[in-house]
């Protein structure tokens, strides 16, 4: 059972910048694709960024492209998404899931998730 962790949320300011990291427990997050699911408040959660076991990478918001990317550290068994040019719209919680095939858009088609970690930007 895969089971992830986030971390790294916070406050930020518009246009600044903040890094999260997806830890696997007990797995090698390598055998997984992972992707980076976000919510609003009152919106329904949406896929952000993938990255396959490969290293190849998904953009799913196109309102994140040239701001965010979403890397590997197979040493530390982590997969990290770095938010620059940070924006109010990006306030939300942001989910770490896993699945063992390639990218998926829907939520559905993840079995494994992380509890969350909050992003909030505001001046």
């Known amino acids: 059972q895969l089971q992830l962790v986030e971390s790294g949320g916070g406050l930020a300011q518009p246009g600044g910048s903040l890094r999260l990291s997806c830890a696997a427990s007990?797995?090698?997050?390598?055998?997984?694709?992972i992707t980076w699911f976000r919510q609003a408040p009152g919106k329904e959660r949406e896929a952000v960024l993938c990255i396959r076991q490969g290293g190849r990478s998904t953009t799913f918001a196109d309102s994140v492209a040239g701001r965010f990317t979403i890397s590997r550290d197979n040493a530390k068994n982590t997969v990290e998404m770095q938010m620059t040019s940070l924006k109010d719209e990006d306030t939300g919680i942001y989910y770490c899931?896993?699945?063992?095939?390639?990218?998926?858009?829907?939520?559905?088609?993840?079995?494994?998730w992380g509890q969350g970690t909050q992003v909030t930007v505001s001046s």
């Open positions: 899931a896993g699945r063992a095939t390639g990218c998926a858009r829907s939520s559905l088609e993840y079995t494994a």
């Open positions: 007990e797995s090698t997050l390598a055998s997984f694709t």
